[in-house]
């Protein structure tokens, strides 16, 4: 159980205590015995400096971390299984092409093994915490899937320095708390990669690579996978609430008297125009598209590909077509125009969020914008990770190796 600090300290005093109590009850499974004591010591433990730690009932140990509190079993260091990947089953891989996929533990946590062709482009080979891509050929004698060991270490540059695990764990400011449990890609002593955090220099993917090993790891319901994004917020949910307040009452006096036709672009806007639509005092129809651009490379060659078309006629109707997020505005911009030739009264957009330096095309103007942020990956209020993270109240920045 991780308690974040920034959103846990913008509590109300009051709220506070419900929180830890909260806390101590889901770490713990059960609330008898917790006191006001107990709480109190959680609440202050907070504010405290990174690694002090209290003991709670029932063996639960809290600790302050960077910018966290992680409440654990005093037995949570129990280790776990070893899975052995050999050349054989590597072999079989490669030549069929196929995915194994591989449970890890009872809690559902699994890893998923597959082998392909690489054109040696590096830009398709995305840094993900949870998606480690290897050279085969530097894997292909085999390697485990484990915890930590005495002796273990990572080579950390081309050149073949290298650093003890401990050393790394350190350095990258992993909780204490979470390290035993961490998994690894390693043979033998030599660590290749530490799961939700950094890769190793040993089987980097290079240009020259022919064939890529892909592991991805996708966790359980105990697991501490995604945890250490959680508390990265941008955006509080008050300011999220105040902005969109704001929006809803320039939109109602801009069309006093009227109706809007409100189209959310699915998946992420979801939450946006639903709060949306709640602050705005105007009759309406909302409406639901969703859309991708396609062609026939990798990148976009701008036309768009509706996969679910409006179930009304728009002739006539004040369209307000609302975004999550605007960046480049390639899709925007041919969809606005595709909108435009079904005869509406008008077409505006309206985004929460907005990346204008990322914009590679001139002609999308952006009637409302929530908020201008910078080129950083966010998450929460319906955006995602991976289909992961919608349900955030917030909206935060994504720290690590995520692009």
Not at 145 to 171: E, M, S, W
Request: with cysteine.
């Amino acid at each position: 159980m991780i308690l974040e600090i920034s959103r846990f300290e913008s509590l109300h005093p009051a709220l506070k205590s419900g929180v830890a109590r909260e806390c101590i009850h889901l770490a713990s499974g059960r609330l008898k015995d917790i006191t006001s004591t107990h709480i109190g010591a959680l609440v202050k433990l907070a504010g405290q400096q990174s690694g002090r730690k209290i003991n709670l009932p029932y063996g639960i140990i809290a600790e302050k971390s960077f910018g966290e509190v992680i409440l654990c079993a005093g037995r949570c260091d129990d280790e776990k299984a070893e899975i052995q990947i050999t050349q054989k089953e590597l072999e079989a891989l490669s030549a069929t092409g196929e995915q194994k996929n591989i449970k890890l533990s009872a809690d559902g946590s699994y890893v998923t093994l597959c082998i392909q062709d690489f054109n040696g482009k590096m830009d398709e080979i995305p840094k993900k915490p949870y998606t480690k891509w290897f050279d085969y050929d530097k894997m292909k004698k085999g390697f485990e899937i484990r915890t930590r060991k005495a002796g273990d270490y990572i080579i950390v540059d081309d050149k073949g320095h290298h650093k003890k695990l401990k050393q790394v764990f350190t350095g990258d400011k992993i909780p204490a708390q979470q390290r035993a449990g961490l998994w690894l890609i390693a043979h033998e002593s030599l660590v290749h990669a530490i799961i939700g955090y950094r890769s190793g220099c040993s089987a980097l993917v290079t240009p020259q690579t022919g064939k890529v090993l892909k592991i991805t790891f996708y966790g359980g319901k105990q697991n501490g996978f995604f945890k250490k994004y959680d508390s990265s917020v941008y955006l509080t949910e008050e300011q999220l609430n105040k902005r969109i307040a704001e929006i809803g009452a320039q939109i109602t006096e801009k069309y006093r008297g009227q109706s809007v036709y409100l189209i959310c672009i699915l998946k992420g806007s979801i939450f946006f125009t639903t709060e949306l639509a709640k602050r705005i005092d105007l009759p309406m129809t909302m409406d639901f598209m969703s859309v991708s651009s396609y062609g026939s490379g990798t990148e976009s060659s701008g036309d768009v590909k509706i996969k679910k078309d409006l179930e009304h006629s728009i002739e006539g109707e004040n369209v307000i077509i609302i975004e999550d997020i605007i960046d480049s505005g390639n899709t925007l911009s041919r969809l606005s125009k595709l909108l435009a030739k079904r005869n509406p009264k008008s077409l505006t957009i309206c985004t929460l969020l907005d990346k204008p330096e990322r914009r590679v095309v001139d002609d999308v103007n952006v009637d409302y914008v929530g908020f201008v942020i910078p080129d950083k990956f966010v998450v929460g209020y319906g955006l995602d990770y991976d289909q992961r993270f919608r349900n955030l109240p917030y909206i935060g920045f994504v720290e690590g190796e995520i692009k």
